[in-house]
C-alpha cells in the first residue's frame, strides 16, 4: 500500500509560478501528476519513471518534475502559469501499464486546487 499526499496548491495570477509536492509513505519507480477539471477526463501532466520525466506537450518547457528519493516526495514546479493550467492536481503512484502519462496508476492522492486568473 501507497499512501499519497498533496500540497502546494493555490491561487496565482497568470504568469505566477507553484510548486506542488507529493510525499509518498515508500518510495515507487513510477509516479506522476495528473489534472482534471469539472465535466473533464484526467489529463496526464508530467511523470516520473525510474528517473526520466515525461511531460504533456502542453506543459514542456514550463513544468518540471523531480524526484527527491531520500524524502519519498516528487515535486511539480509549475511556471509562467496561465488559466487554462487551473484544475484540481492529482498525484500518483505506481503505473499498473499503457502510456506513462495516461491515468493508469495504482495509488492516488486527494488532490490540490490550482487556479490561475488572468
Known amino acids: 500500500q501507497v499512501g499519497l499526499v498533496e500540497s502546494g496548491g493555490g491561487s496565482v495570477q497568470a504568469g505566477g509560478s507553484l510548486r506542488l509536492s507529493c510525499r509518498s509513505s515508500?518510495?515507487?519507480?513510477?509516479m506522476g501528476w495528473f489534472r482534471q477539471t469539472p465535466g473533464k477526463e484526467r489529463e496526464g501532466v508530467a511523470a516520473?519513471?525510474?528517473?526520466?520525466?515525461y511531460y504533456a506537450d502542453s506543459v514542456k518547457g514550463r513544468f518540471t518534475i523531480s524526484q527527491d528519493r531520500t524524502e519519498n516526495t516528487v515535486y511539480l514546479q509549475m511556471n509562467n502559469l496561465q488559466p487554462e493550467d487551473s484544475a484540481m492536481y492529482y498525484c500518483?503512484?505506481?503505473?499498473?501499464?499503457?502510456?506513462?502519462?495516461?491515468?493508469?496508476?495504482?495509488?492516488w492522492g486527494q488532490g490540490t486546487q490550482v487556479t490561475v486568473s488572468s
Open positions: 500518483a503512484a505506481e503505473i499498473l501499464g499503457g502510456p506513462i502519462l495516461n491515468a493508469n496508476y495504482k495509488y
Open positions: 515508500r518510495y515507487t519507480y513510477s
Open positions: 516520473i519513471y525510474t528517473n526520466d520525466p
